[in-house]
Structure formats: C-alpha cells, structure tokens
C-alpha cells in the first residue's frame, strides 16, 4: 500500500511574486492576495446590504451593475497586471455577486439551498467550458482577452456561490454568522491540507481555497455588522464596510509599491531574454 506523505512542489496557494511575467493580467498568489481577497469578501457583503437597505434596492443595483461594467472595461483593455485596478474590478464583482445573490432570494423567492446549488452546477459548467476552450484553467496564463473572460466571468460565480452558501449555513442551517465563519475557514484548510498531503492537483487545490474565500469573509463581516437580535457585534455595515475598505486600501498600496520597485529589474531581466532569443 502506498503511503501518503507531503508532496514538494511549489505552494499554488502563497507563492513568490514574479514581476517578469509581463502580459499576465492577475496577481502572483502570495499570502497578501489571500488577506486582501478576503477582505473584498467581507467589504462586499456588508457595503450591499448598506446601501441595498438605505437606498432604493433597484437604483442601487443598476449603479453597481455600471460599476461594475466599467471597472471591467478598463481591467480589460489593461495591458497588464495593475493592483489597484484589478482590486477594485475585484470589489465591484463582490458587491454586485452579493446583490444578485441577494435578489434572487429575497425578490424571486428562492431558498439558499437552491440558489447555492444552481450557482455551483453554473460554476462547474463554467470551469470546464474554460477547460476545454483553453487546456488550462491556470491563472498564470491568463493573458488573452478570452483568458481573462472566463476568468473573471468565474470570479462573479464564485461571489454568488459564496454569498448563497454562507446565508445558507447562518440562517437556513441555523447556525449563525460566526459558526459560519469558523466552519468556512475549517473547510477553506482542505485544499491546502490536500494539495501538501495527498497531492491536489495545484490548479484544483487554488480555486477550492478560492471559492471558499467569499462565505469566510462574508460570514465574519456580517458577525460584526450585525444586530445582535440576528447574533452579530452591532457595529454596523456602515463602519464595518469603511474599516475594510481602508484596509483593502493599505494592503493594495504596499503591493503596488512592491511592483513599483521591482519593476525596473523585472525589465531588465526581460530584456535580457529578447536579447538571447534573438
């Protein structure tokens, strides 16, 4: 019988940034990608049920349906990897996957345990017509228009996915926001867990911690959002969605710093390898 045992390879899940890989349109996966991923979780879901619950629930959605839509027109025509808008292409998928989530329960009527189960065959049924498309559903090669595409197209489903499956557990399972949350970070550890010991495929291994990220991150912002008649902190959505953004905000700029700095030797080096191929 053959004994498992913790596989080498280089980390899927916090790698080290790679600044030569011009042309590639998403972050280098390292652990600031993970910490900021999942504060766009937590910001999108308490900033859409701020402004949905303050505002007019129609007006509101169209504004983030624009916003989005614009944010993805420039991150698109983007020739490269830029952390600030790639971010908030990032926020705007969350707040908008959080309202669609939303509307489609509250609105159409549907219970969470259906809604998460259409986003996930939906999320399923993407994945491999990407697969198919491209040979690959690597976020290292996405570098065309169609590459980036699916991808992003992917980002959105997961942020529906996760804002269904995190209302399901607190409310429909019963078992609260923060019960949500631990639950959610027990099971975003099994990919990580099962690439090092039982040897996850690495491509596998990132978009399961991936998709996990939004109900994580959700659950806790909703936790400190909250009412405590609903088993919260009561420290708003308001608040809490201005503490995350400022958050988001630092972490993105020490990144962008990051880039800035190793971008002329990221130069250099590609120029050296024109140079020997030519």
Same mark, same amino acid.
């Given at each position: 019988?053959?004994? /498992?045992?913790?596989?080498?390879?280089?980390?899927?899940?916090?790698?080290?940034?790679?600044?030569? &890989?011009?042309?590639?349109?998403?972050?280098? *996966? $390292?652990?600031?990608?993970?910490?900021?991923? #999942?504060?766009?979780? %937590?910001?999108?879901?308490?900033?859409?049920?701020?402004?949905?619950?303050? @505002?007019?629930?129609?007006?509101?959605?169209?504004?983030?349906?624009?916003?989005?839509?614009?944010?993805?027109?420039?991150? /698109?025509?983007?020739?490269?990897?830029?952390?600030?808008?790639?971010?908030?292409?990032?926020?705007?998928?969350?707040?908008?996957?959080?309202?669609?989530?939303?509307? #489609?329960?509250? *609105?159409?009527?549907?219970?969470?345990?259906?809604?998460?189960?259409? @986003?996930?065959?939906?999320?399923?049924?993407?994945?491999?017509?990407?697969?198919?498309?491209?040979?690959?559903?690597?976020?290292?090669?996405?570098? $065309?228009?169609?590459?980036?595409?699916?991808?992003?197209?992917?980002?959105?489903?997961?942020?529906?996915?996760?804002?269904?499956?995190?209302?399901? $557990?607190?409310?429909?399972?019963? +078992?609260?926001?923060?019960?949500?949350?631990?639950?959610?970070?027990? *099971?975003?550890?099994?990919?990580? +867990?099962?690439?090092?010991?039982?040897?996850? &495929?690495? #491509?596998?291994?990132?978009? %399961?911690?991936?998709?996990?990220?939004?109900?994580?991150?959700?659950?806790?912002?909703?936790?400190?959002?909250?009412?405590?008649?609903?088993?919260?902190?009561?420290?708003?959505?308001?608040?809490?969605?201005?503490? +995350?953004?400022?958050?988001?905000?630092?972490?993105?700029?020490?990144?962008?710093?990051?880039?800035?700095?190793?971008?002329?030797?990221?130069?250099? #080096?590609? /120029?050296?390898?024109?140079?020997?191929?030519?």
């Amino acid at each position: 019988m053959t004994k /498992l045992r913790p596989v080498a390879p280089s980390n899927p899940l916090c790698q080290k940034p790679n600044f030569a &890989n011009f042309g590639i349109k998403v972050p280098a *996966v $390292t652990l600031s990608f993970w910490i900021i991923k #999942i504060l766009t979780t %937590g910001m999108g879901e308490t900033t859409s049920d701020f402004f949905v619950r303050r @505002f007019e629930p129609v007006l509101v959605v169209g504004i983030a349906a624009a916003g989005l839509a614009a944010a993805l027109l420039m991150q /698109l025509r983007a020739r490269s990897y830029r952390p600030w808008l790639y971010w908030l292409t990032v926020v705007m998928v969350s707040v908008f996957g959080t309202m669609a989530a939303d509307v #489609i329960h509250i *609105v159409l009527g549907v219970p969470y345990l259906v809604s998460t189960l259409v @986003f996930a065959l939906a999320l399923a049924a993407l994945l491999i017509t990407w697969q198919r498309a491209e040979g690959t559903l690597s976020i290292h090669s996405v570098r $065309t228009v169609r590459r980036e595409t699916f991808y992003w197209a992917t980002v959105l489903i997961t942020f529906a996915l996760g804002t269904a499956a995190g209302d399901m $557990t607190a409310t429909t399972l019963g +078992l609260g926001y923060l019960a949500s949350g631990v639950l959610f970070a027990g *099971v975003f550890a099994l990919p990580v +867990l099962a690439y090092f010991w039982l040897g996850l &495929n690495e #491509i596998a291994a990132f978009w %399961g911690a991936y998709i996990v990220t939004r109900p994580l991150g959700a659950s806790f912002a909703d936790w400190m959002g909250v009412p405590p008649a609903r088993g919260g902190l009561d420290w708003g959505t308001g608040p809490v969605s201005l503490a +995350l953004g400022v958050l988001i905000m630092v972490m993105v700029a020490a990144t962008a710093a990051a880039a800035a700095r190793a971008r002329p030797a990221a130069a250099t #080096i590609e /120029l050296r390898a024109r140079q020997q191929r030519s």
